[in-house]
């Protein structure tokens, strides 16, 4: 099991083009992509490797589990170790990274291109996409939570770079602040959990971490918080997620994240940064199994989510915006899977979504690129200018909403299956409404992108179909988002020698079998198909008027909605209103005491201590000898009082 | 033998007449020699006590002691007087208050 | 009186050096016609031979010689060490005195009898020895950092150093007399952890203190309690001198700045290091019984190093006062690594005393990086004082970067040698029961963090100003040296585990019995 045991070789190839790019990539003939292409590429053909020795191991009968690394650090009893385990969870989400970023990279050559010239800064966006996927592979390896918390923070910090990759604009930078805070709250959340986890278990070693709390050993710490503390800490971990995948009240960095390169967006914002919160949960899920409460959490999260954002995405108008806030629907999706449980439904969800996701983003990209417009309302009537695009980008819209036999259905079909099995009509029902606002949007979004008459002329005529290396990651990616979900069903499965159907081989201690329950799957895709007919009553070409008579009948709704909620605006209100005034009690509080005192405080305190103590140097050397023979005396006399009998 | 404690105390106040010297005198030359006398100070310390303990520890290490401190006290005059001469020769002094170019 | 038997085989090397630094001199007064540069590479060459040699030859023989110098792996790690530092002082140098100094025999033979010193100093298991090995490293030093005879800087910091040293040498004595006097034996411990040929010895007498008050075999009748705390205050004040520990640095920021650079590097580097030496020898072997005595004691001293040592350097406009200042923050990291010998076992003091011979080295190491950098600096452009750096950049960015890599690491971010050696010091002081000081310690470094990013704000921000700004190359060994510094702050600082487990085998020998 030579790479199974090596796989770190995985993300050390990246990493080391990421080195590499830096150090001379700005001289290196094309901006050295092709370093970065190699590295990826070279980890994608890995990957089937990896899929080849754990698919052996599994028919083995060891159960396709490897484990290796190596002691860091040891001091006495303390120790730091640095290892990896790759088991099924692991060898998705390696196939996932590398599936999607090696189409990301392709792609990006033709997309960081102006007419055919490279754009400014072109070896520095290779560089740093090199480390974000070195990065999130190191993150899905990692065995142990404190190697898992730097490959965290690797990915926010590339995250934080490409966002802010077109750093003239002011909103890029805004943007990316934005996304580096958001997710900051949430992994110092994060941490405090992985610190609380690690007093109680003495370990950041995660099987060491979930054995410690099946076996009962975390519920009572009564010195420290009594009961509660395992609830405490793992919902302060699950804060790490919420941040990462932007879930409600975390989801306003997302939308923003969209003023990156639309690659990126592809790369990152759909498919592998975000769902880190998701795999996070998956890979502790014995964790939060046992953790009272905590499950409950992660499924009412998720839900939340999922409608929310959900209704904000009817009334997007920027393509990517719909398709951000679709991914943070789609992401509550996943939570909802893993609220109930199913971890290898979620990681199913999470492999379908990454591809169709990854499709539009680029489909979206490809129209960005070659007419220079983002905004829908300036769009319409593109497939017969794009027509592979058009194609890739229904297919997959079609996959999102749930249609079979895509593999969008499948797995949100799955979803249902588990969320039945809780007997609860409630977050059916919810999340029923939650699919069908998904149809909604999407095909809205399809029908005033491609279809009906083009609203502006100009557009339309500097647009036409992109460049092949754009459309070949698209074709590629869309028919994976096709026939992908036919791996679920037990017999391909079987054929392909996942025994039992996807469920089966993520491995959990209760693989479970694929259910295809008929009436929910009938019932889902009725679900879909009255979300399409919706949209296009209310948005298809002239009957765009029925969406514009409903806004102006519902002004004040239509706002609320097109306006996000006002999330943005209520926290920036929050933050105008609340923190301010209390920052301008506390900016008064702040300037006498918390900054001059307090923080310009020591500060000054320390220069003016600093400066007190330089001046007592006085270069003179009898003030030297007398300062040490006062030391001697004060130290002489401490010790008679400290250590007489 | 007067008790040891006698001893001590005036090699103590030897000691202490030593760093006063050094702490008040102005002339580097003086600070040296106070110095001195602080490590003459010390060694009749040794020697007392190797010639008071005899008995008990039975060696001799504080004499030998001794002897090579009043070398290495000789060679270190030795060393600080042709500092103190550049010094004088490059500053016109040897009033310590004077050399301080260096400070803070 | 048993014969004792002398092994001259075993201190081969320290007998080498001295002659060998003997004939550099000579050499030098007699040769005249030969080129400067001729004698401080070969000087430097000896040195790297004789460092391979004892390498090769004096792992794992731990034997003594005359029960006066321990020759075991503590003692050839820190031979092999102070023959390299000297080495890279002598190189750093050559350029450096060619310009600006005479009687370049007698610089290089100082320092390689300075190293000399040093090594003695490590290896002694018995306080005269120990005093002597200490008197010919400060002469050496004394002398060196005066040798700039003409610059009034340079004059004033060695009289001060030897004024102060002479001083502190005084104090250290009486309390080594006291010590001698309540024990009656200047040996640190016994040869033969069972006692085969147990003499009378320091470690064994303060055991016995420990059970009972009283010791009616002494010359001094009573409770010997205050005598012991009166000479371990005097001893502590000498050596802290020595270190540099506050109240006792003041030498420090104007013996670094007077001197020549080549000479401050080497004086804070392997002087620190040397004293740290016998500091961790003497305590461990010799004091450790006593520890409930000195450990409060030391724990002020470092808890003031370390916060005066920052505080100040914060305020610093010239180069070496700065790394002056800085040092002596750095000392009170390593003398929190003496505290925690005081611990509830021998294993846990034997994990202290390799964490502090870890941040020890990884501290010298970065910072002869740093004087390295600054010399080549300075070869140039003769300047020192923080605001010359500016638009290092430019001017040479691998120096800068190098440099900056340094800082960093000095200020113990992760990924660098300084985290790593703080860490273990820190953790190793929290589990023998010394938290306090290592929260003050990481406090500490967080301002320190200030200082050192002051630095390479200079360097990155910053235009180059004045007439000279135009770029500059650095001559090729300076640079080789430069980068194998920098690989090894980058290695200790990533995979630290190997380094640890040599220095764990060397300290061992600091513990018999363990």
């Known amino acids: ?575 105008d209103h609340a923190v301010l005034p209390f920052g301008r009690i506390v900016a008064r509080f702040d300037r006498l005491v918390v900054n001059d005192t307090g923080i310009n405080g020591p500060a000054n305190l320390t220069r003016w201590s600093g400066e007190w103590v330089r001046r007592h140097v006085t270069g003179r050397l009898p003030d030297y000898a007398l300062l040490m023979v006062i030391g001697v005396a004060v130290l002489g006399a401490l010790g008679f009082l400290l250590r007489s009998n | 033998m007067p008790p040891i404690e006698h001893v001590l105390v005036i090699n103590a106040i030897l000691f202490a007449i030593g760093v006063m010297g050094v702490l008040t005198r102005r002339n580097a030359i003086l600070i040296l020699m106070s110095v001195e006398i602080m490590l003459s100070a010390v060694t009749l310390n040794l020697v007392a006590f190797a010639v008071y303990g005899k008995v008990e520890f039975g060696n001799f290490t504080g004499i030998i002691f001794a002897f090579f401190l009043i070398v290495v006290a000789a060679a270190e005059v030795a060393l600080a007087l042709g500092i103190v001469v550049r010094t004088f020769r490059n500053r016109a002094t040897a009033n310590v208050d004077e050399v301080n170019l260096l400070k803070w | 009186m048993d014969v004792i038997d002398l092994e001259y085989a075993l201190i081969i090397p320290e007998l080498v050096l001295a002659s060998f630094a003997t004939l550099i001199v000579a050499g030098a007064l007699i040769f005249r016609r030969v080129p400067q540069e001729v004698w401080g590479y070969l000087s430097a060459a000896g040195l790297v031979v004789l460092l391979v040699l004892t390498a090769v030859f004096y792992i794992n023989v731990n034997d003594d010689f005359a029960n006066v110098l321990a020759v075991d792996n503590y003692t050839v790690l820190f031979r092999v060490f102070f023959l390299g530092i000297a080495a890279f002082a002598i190189l750093a140098g050559v350029q450096f005195a060619g310009d600006r100094l005479r009687h370049h025999g007698e610089f290089y033979g100082l320092i390689m009898f300075a190293t000399l010193g040093m090594m003695l100093l490590a290896a002694s298991r018995e306080l005269i020895t120990a005093y002597l090995s200490l008197e010919l490293m400060s002469f050496s030093l004394y002398i060196l950092v005066g040798f700039n005879k003409l610059n009034p800087f340079s004059n004033e910091g060695s009289l001060k150093y030897l004024l102060l040293g002479a001083f502190s040498s005084a104090l250290f004595l009486y309390g080594l007399s006291i010590l001698y006097g309540v024990t009656g034996t200047t040996t640190y411990s016994a040869i033969e952890p069972d006692g085969i040929e147990a003499g009378r010895n320091i470690a064994q007498q303060l055991g016995n203190f420990s059970a009972a008050t009283i010791d009616s075999a002494l010359p001094i009748p009573g409770d010997v309690r205050p005598a012991i705390i009166v000479a371990l205050v005097l001893i502590v004040a000498g050596l802290g001198f020595k270190v540099s520990a506050v109240p006792f640095h003041q030498w420090t920021p104007d013996a670094y700045q007077g001197a020549p650079l080549p000479i401050t590097a080497f004086l804070s580097a392997a002087g620190k290091a040397a004293a740290f030496a016998f500091f961790l020898r003497l305590f461990s072997e010799a004091l450790l019984p006593a520890a409930a005595e000195w450990s409060w004691l030391i724990a002020v001293i470092a808890a003031l190093t370390m916060i005066t040592g920052n505080l100040v350097a914060l305020r610093q406009t010239n180069m070496k006062r700065l790394m002056a200042y800085s040092s002596i923050g750095q000392v009170g990291y390593l003398l929190i690594g003496i505290v925690a010998l005081d611990a509830g076992s021998l294993a846990e003091s034997q994990d202290a005393a390799t964490a502090l011979v870890l941040h020890l080295l990884g501290y010298v190491a970065t910072n002869v990086l740093v004087f390295t950098a600054l010399i080549a600096f300075y070869n140039r452009t003769g300047k020192d004082d923080i605001v010359d750096l500016r638009g290092l950049a430019e001017r040479q960015p691998m120096l800068a970067l190098l440099l900056s890599i340094a800082l960093f690491s000095l200020a113990g971010m992760p990924l660098f040698a300084g985290f790593a050696t703080k860490f273990v010091i820190f953790q190793v002081a929290a589990s023998n029961g010394h938290l306090w000081l290592a929260v003050i310690g990481v406090t500490v470094s967080f301002v320190s963090l200030y200082y050192y990013l002051m630095v390479i704000k200079q360097m990155y921000l910053y235009k180059p100003e004045g007439d000279d700004t135009g770029r500059f190359s650095v001559p090729a060994p300076m640079m080789g040296a430069l980068a194998v510094l920098t690989g090894a702050v980058f290695l200790v600082g990533l995979y630290p585990a190997p380094l640890f487990k040599a220095i764990d085998a060397s300290t061992a020998m600091l513990f018999p019995g363990l």
């Open chain 1, 1 to 575: 099991m030579f790479w199974m045991e090596h796989v770190w070789i995985l993300p050390a190839l990246p990493v080391c083009a990421f080195f590499v790019l830096f150090l001379v990539g700005r001289f290196l003939p094309r901006g050295g992509d092709w370093l970065s292409i190699g590295a990826v590429g070279t980890v994608f053909g890995l990957f089937f490797v990896v899929l080849i020795e754990h698919l052996d191991s599994i028919a083995d009968g060891l159960g396709g589990l490897a484990n290796s690394g190596f002691t860091w650090l040891q001091v006495g009893e303390f120790t730091l170790r640095i290892g990896w385990t790759v088991d099924s969870i692991a060898v998705v989400m390696i196939g996932v990274i590398a599936t999607v970023g090696l189409m990301v990279v392709l792609y990006s050559t033709q997309y960081m291109r102006h007419h055919g010239k490279p754009e400014p800064r072109y070896w520095w966006y290779f560089a740093v996409i090199s480390l974000f996927i070195g990065s999130m592979l190191a993150l899905v390896l990692a065995d142990n939570l404190l190697l898992l918390y730097v490959a965290w923070e690797g990915v926010g910090v590339c995250s934080f770079l490409l966002i802010g990759f077109y750093h003239e604009r002011r909103s890029a930078v805004e943007a990316a602040k934005k996304a580096f805070v958001t997710t900051r709250l949430g992994d110092v959340g994060m941490l405090i959990g992985i610190i609380l986890l690690w007093r109680a278990t003495g370990s950041f070693q995660i099987t060491e971490i979930i054995q410690a709390a099946q076996a009962g050993r975390l519920d009572d710490l009564p010195q420290v918080m009594g009961d509660g503390y395992l609830t405490m800490s793992v919902l302060f971990l699950f804060l790490g997620a919420m941040g990462k995948s932007a879930q409600f009240p975390f989801h306003v960095w997302l939308p923003d994240a969209m003023e990156g390169p639309t690659p990126v967006s592809a790369l990152i914002h759909a498919a592998t940064m975000v769902v880190a919160g998701v795999y996070l949960v998956a890979r502790l899920l014995p964790l939060f199994d046992v953790t009272p409460g905590a499950l409950e959490v992660v499924l009412a999260i998720g839900l939340a989510t999922a409608l929310l954002t959900g209704v904000i995405a009817l009334a997007q108008t920027d393509i990517k915006r719909v398709l951000a806030y679709s991914t943070v629907s789609q992401l509550g999706f996943m939570f909802v899977a893993l609220g109930c449980g199913a971890v290898g439904v979620a990681m199913l969800h999470l492999m379908t979504h990454a591809f169709f996701k990854a499709t539009l983003f680029l489909g979206a990209g490809s129209i960005i690129h070659m007419s220079d417009e983002q905004d829908a309302r300036r769009l319409g009537g593109l497939w017969w200018r794009m027509p592979v695009t058009a194609v890739t980008f229904i297919l997959s819209a079609l996959a999102l909403a749930g249609i079979a036999p895509l593999s969008g259905f499948f797995s949100k079909d799955e979803i249902f299956v588990v969320v039945e099995a809780t007997q609860n009509e409630a977050i059916l029902v919810l999340l029923g409404v939650a699919a069908f606002l998904s149809a909604v949007y999407m095909a809205r979004l399809v029908f005033i992108t491609f279809f009906g008459a083009p609203k502006d002329l100009e557009v339309i005529r500097r647009t036409r179909e992109a460049p092949a290396l754009m459309l070949i990651p698209l074709v590629f990616l869309t028919v994976l988002t096709a026939f992908a979900g036919w791996f679920a069903m037990d017999q391909v499965g079987d054929w392909f020698g996942f025994p039992g159907g996807i469920n089966q081989w993520i491995y959990f201690p209760e693989p479970e079998a694929f259910h295809f329950n008929s009436a929910l799957a009938v019932g889902t895709g009725l679900v879909s198909l009255l979300g399409i007919s919706t949209a296009w009553w209310l948005f298809y070409g002239r009957n765009a008027r029925r969406a514009q008579a409903l806004r102006e009948r519902q002004p004040r709704l239509a706002a609320m909605v097109e306006n996000k909620f006002y999330f943005d605006e209520s926290y920036q209100w929050a933050i």
